[in-house]
């Protein structure tokens, strides 16, 4: 394993990003959201996903002089083509763009389309938080899970994010698939076996094999439940803002679709917070983080570090492989 510290490791990103093509500070907000997820200890999000988004922005896959395009601009919804350009900084502009909304209309919703991987989808809901709203973030991919009873991959992990601003901050951050397909990934590099449960091969079967995970398909959370909210996902994002559905998006660790653009969908909702109470001000988000406490839990994410304001001098670990791919 190789340690280095976060600022290096944002620096080196934000290097390779403005290397294959894109602007500096949309690759330098890139680069702090991909560390941010390894920071957080999902490294699975985080840096060693870079080399394959530079093979997508070198072949094509994604485009790295993208703009976002207003589709719609209404007071409180806004959409925009993303141009096939990298997720992270068109998420992180649209809950930025949500946040503002919200501060003025209560409640405003931001969706991206024709847009690429984002990573860690937490990482979002953090400029709302900030803002004093809550978030709630949806995003699309590679359909890797077959609908309930059926045996063909038609919806993705079809992650789910929300931040709510009780101190320390919550952050729920979750695929509706029993693992985030990121995760078999790191196993298959790693040569790990998966838990079972996990996934099925490209035939149905259960498997414990990595490398078969990744051609095969990936088990619902909770059975019918998980794929209930991910037909609720894939609806929010590749069916209604789209402009692909998940079964058609192209997968980025298969390097043959490196130059096929992923079209995928992201969607954020960002609510005053203070604008929610049926009685005024209250002080209950700071009872309830304190009954958590008292209890002797804690609340989701309450661990994670803000990803704007991260420590440069803090240690990260990614592989040797990954080192190595990265010139680190």
Not at 202 to 209: E, I
Not at 240 to 252: E, K, Q, V
Not at 265 to 285: E, Q
Request: proline share 6%; charged share 15%; glycine share 12%.
């Amino acid at each position: 394993m190789t340690e280095l510290s976060v600022g290096s490791a944002i620096t080196r990103a934000t290097e390779l990003l403005v290397a294959a093509g894109m602007d500096s500070a949309k690759a330098a907000t890139s680069a702090t959201a991909i560390v941010a997820s390894d920071r957080w200890g999902i490294g699975s999000h985080g840096l060693m996903r870079l080399p394959f988004y530079l093979d997508r922005l070198n072949a094509g896959g994604i485009n790295p002089k993208a703009e976002l395009k207003k589709v719609t601009d209404l007071p409180s919804l806004v959409v925009f083509d993303g141009d096939d350009g990298l997720g992270h900084w068109q998420l992180q502009n649209a809950a930025h763009l949500a946040a503002e909304r919200a501060k003025i209309n209560g409640v405003a919703a931001v969706g991206v389309g024709r847009s690429s991987h984002c990573g860690a989808l937490g990482i979002y809901v953090w400029p709302m938080i900030d803002a004093g709203l809550v978030g709630i973030a949806f995003s699309t991919g590679p359909a890797v899970m077959p609908p309930w009873g059926g045996n063909k991959p038609l919806l993705s992990t079809s992650p789910v994010a929300a931040g709510i601003p009780t101190n320390p901050p919550t952050v729920v951050d979750l695929a509706t698939s029993a693992v985030a397909r990121g995760k078999i990934q790191a196993k298959a590099q790693a040569g790990a076996e998966l838990e079972p449960g996990w996934a099925f091969t490209k035939d149905g079967a259960p498997t414990v094999d990595a490398k078969e995970a990744l051609a095969g398909m990936l088990a619902p959370l909770g059975g019918a439940k998980g794929y209930a909210l991910a037909v609720l996902v894939e609806s929010l994002t590749g069916v209604l803002i789209g402009p692909t559905l998940s079964r058609n998006i192209p997968d980025m660790f298969n390097h043959d679709f490196d130059s096929a653009p992923q079209e995928i969908a992201h969607f954020v909702i960002a609510i005053d917070a203070a604008k929610l109470s049926v009685d005024g001000d209250n002080n209950r988000l700071g009872d309830f983080a304190a009954e958590v406490k008292d209890a002797g839990g804690r609340l989701p994410g309450s661990n994670r570090v803000n990803p704007g304001k991260l420590n440069l001098n803090d240690q990260i670990t990614i592989t040797d492989s990954v080192a190595a791919q990265l010139g680190l």
